[in-house]
């Protein structure tokens, strides 16, 4: 069973920083493509950041360009979101999505999704 | 880069059919046919139900189709069931080589 679990969700206060995590299972997570995927309370989604399969490949939205970095560490089936300078808009529930197999180098369909991590920003 | 636009709230009977709008521009859902669909049931992680305008993920039923025209993508659900009712995400992949979503359609079963 394809799994994904997201660790690292906290209470941080604006300017601060945090560290996601989350743990592929149930495939060969080297040769997909992730991305992260942000949920504000009441509100819609928001893409934030994609990575090709081998990490070479990065895209950004522009709402955290510069301040988020999103990594991976094929050898741990991890992939991870470093978050800089944060914001009380930065508040939401962070899910970490597989993308296509190997291929595509661009965002474009999620699935599956793990349960999310909540991460709240104090101003 | 704006949202894409879907209508706030659907709503249908069991048994019938809706369809769920989203519109982009050409520098999106015009320009590429990678729109997506995601259901989402109240405090539960998004599901794909639709991908690259109207292709299936397998496991999803054959009542879900999806369709492009132009600038506007649909989502048509037939022969609606209770299980059905849950908020509905568009998104497409832009030009700028990012991903757009719509704001959400809250579909009700009456």
């Known amino acids: 069973e394809v799994q994904l679990v997201e660790s690292g969700g906290g209470l941080v206060q604006s300017g601060g920083s945090l560290r996601l995590s989350c743990s592929a299972s149930?495939?060969?997570?080297?040769?997909?493509?992730m991305n992260w995927v942000r949920q504000a309370p009441g509100k819609g989604l928001e893409w934030v950041a994609y990575?090709?399969?081998?990490?070479?490949?990065?895209y950004y939205a522009d709402s955290v360009k510069g301040r988020f970095t999103i990594s991976r560490d094929n050898a741990k089936n991890s992939l991870y979101l470093h978050m800089n300078r944060l914001r009380a808009e930065d508040t939401a529930v962070y899910y970490c999505?597989?993308?296509?197999?190997?291929?595509?180098?661009?965002?474009?369909?999620?699935?599956?999704w793990g349960q999310g991590a909540l991460v709240t920003v104090s101003s | 880069q704006s949202a894409l636009t879907q209508p706030a709230s659907v709503s249908g009977s069991p048994g019938q059919s809706i369809t769920i709008s989203c519109t982009g521009t050409?520098?999106?859902?015009?320009?590429?046919?990678?729109v997506s669909w995601y259901q989402q049931h109240p405090g539960k992680a998004p599901k794909l139900m639709i991908y690259?305008?109207?292709n299936r993920p397998s496991g999803v039923s054959d009542r879900f189709s999806g369709s492009k025209s132009g600038n506007t993508a649909s989502l048509t659900i037939s022969g609606l069931q209770a299980e059905d009712e849950a908020d509905y995400y568009c998104?497409?992949?832009?030009?700028?080589?990012?991903?757009?979503f719509g704001g959400g359609t809250e579909l009700t079963v009456l």
């Open positions: 999505a597989r993308g296509p197999y190997s291929g595509t180098w661009f965002p474009n369909w999620f699935d599956p």
């Open positions: 149930g495939f060969t997570f080297s040769s997909y493509e």
């Open positions: 990575t090709s399969d081998s990490g070479n490949t990065i």
């Open positions: 050409s520098s999106d859902v015009g320009r590429f046919n990678y």
């Open positions: 690259d305008v109207k």
């Open positions: 998104s497409s992949y832009t030009m700028n080589r990012t991903v757009v």
